[in-house]
């Protein structure tokens, strides 16, 4: 399975395993670990992880904005 069928899978996945009860979530769990592959430890993780947060760049954040880099990618 690739990773954007994984992604997408988990996408479906999560509203149902958080409004689900404890003996729901560990079936849902289940499936999710047999047909990703993953083991269970990893599986938590995603199921419990915030989807909405987008990744961070690493580095340290701009310093200045579009009009001064277009100038300086011009130089």
């Known amino acids: 399975m690739s990773t ?3 992604r ?8 149902r395993y958080h409004k689900s009860s404890k003996k729901h979530r560990s079936l849902i769990l289940d ?4 047909v ?3 083991t269970r430890k990893h599986a938590i993780r995603l199921l419990n992880e ?4 987008v990744p961070r ?8 904005g579009a009009d ?5 990618r011009h130089l």
């Open 4 to 6: 954007g069928l994984k």
């Open 36 to 38: 990703c592959k993953l």
């Open 68 to 72: 001064v880099d277009r100038h300086l």
């Open 57 to 64: 760049r690493p580095g340290p954040t701009r310093k200045y």
């Open 8 to 15: 997408e899978y988990l996408r479906n996945i999560l509203l």
């Open 50 to 53: 915030d989807m909405i947060t």
């Open 31 to 34: 499936e999710f670990c047999e």
